[in-house]
């Protein structure tokens, strides 16, 4: 979205500059104009798009996921305001199978490449719905793993990666905040057990967490805004 609002507004700033010159130089010089060449286009696949993601979306992943991705339903994730090319990413994992998962493979096989780029496009343009943490007695120790790790156990703070506030950092790092702790919960437990194996740096990090601190961190995420 923002690319195509870039290129939009080069086009829209181009437009008036080469209608100057045309006016300045067309009547001397018509044919040193014509023979400028044409300025190089950037090899670049297919601009996302993000109008028939929100079809295919509405389609089949919104009975799940909610509307624009806003899932209600705790095991299964938010996906809206995420980095589209995160979410890229794990719907090709799923359907070569590289990350498991009965119900999501069957889904994502269906889709082709620039489905899961469309549909990337689209939910990272829907806003999230934030979420709160709910469990008064974890949640100061979640925001301790998050903001400073276990440094005596050399566990990683996840601020480092997913950023202070949970956004993440695009494109590499996906955003946590406001996420179902349920999910989140599950995901780390999946990492350390070696059943998600598609980020050797999150299995490393899940490692050495055990269940209390996985429950709280994901409280605290769940709250992150
Ligand atoms: C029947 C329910 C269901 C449907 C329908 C469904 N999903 Fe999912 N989706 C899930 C569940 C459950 C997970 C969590 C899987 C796991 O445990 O790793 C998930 C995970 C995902 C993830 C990974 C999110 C993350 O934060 O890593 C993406 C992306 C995703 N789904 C996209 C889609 C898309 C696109 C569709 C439609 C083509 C779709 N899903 C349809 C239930 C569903
Ligand atoms: C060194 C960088 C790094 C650190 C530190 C880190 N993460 Fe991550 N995390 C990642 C990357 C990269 C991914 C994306 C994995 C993928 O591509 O599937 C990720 C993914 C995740 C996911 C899966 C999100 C989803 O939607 O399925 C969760 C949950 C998560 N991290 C939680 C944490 C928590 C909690 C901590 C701190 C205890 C943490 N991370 C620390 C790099 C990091």
């Excluded at 300025?39 to 799940?64: H, I, L, R």
């Excluded at 794990?90 to 889904?107: C, H, I, N, T």
């Excluded at 780390?188 to 070696?194: E, K, Q, S």
Aim: aromatic share 6%.
């Amino acid at each position: 979205m923002k690319l195509h609002a870039c290129l939009l507004t080069a086009a829209l700033l181009a437009l008036p500059a080469i209608d100057a010159l045309a006016q300045t130089h067309g009547n001397d010089k018509p044919a040193a104009a014509a023979a400028q060449p044409a300025a190089p286009k950037a090899q670049q696949p297919a601009k996302p798009d993000a109008a028939a993601g929100e079809a295919k979306f509405t389609a089949t992943c919104v009975a799940c996921h909610g509307a624009g991705g806003n899932s209600g339903i705790p095991a299964n994730p938010k996906l809206a305001q995420q980095h589209p090319e995160y979410v890229v990413k794990q719907l090709r994992e799923f359907k070569e199978g590289k990350r498991q998962s009965p119900v999501m493979q069957g889904f994502a096989a269906q889709l082709s490449d620039a489905d899961m780029r469309n549909i990337g496009w689209y939910v990272a343009s829907v806003k999230a719905k934030e979420g709160f943490a709910k469990d008064k007695d974890l949640v100061a120790l979640g925001e301790k793993i998050y903001r400073g790790g276990v440094p005596d156990r050399q566990i990683a703070a996840c601020a480092g990666c997913h950023s202070p506030n949970g956004a993440g950092i695009p494109a590499q790092y996906p955003r946590l905040s406001g996420q179902h702790a349920d999910y989140t919960a599950a995901q780390l437990v999946a990492f350390r057990d070696g059943a998600r194996k598609n980020s050797l740096q999150m299995t490393q990090v899940a490692a050495k967490l055990n269940d209390r601190e996985i429950r709280a961190v994901a409280d605290y995420i769940a709250g992150l805004r």
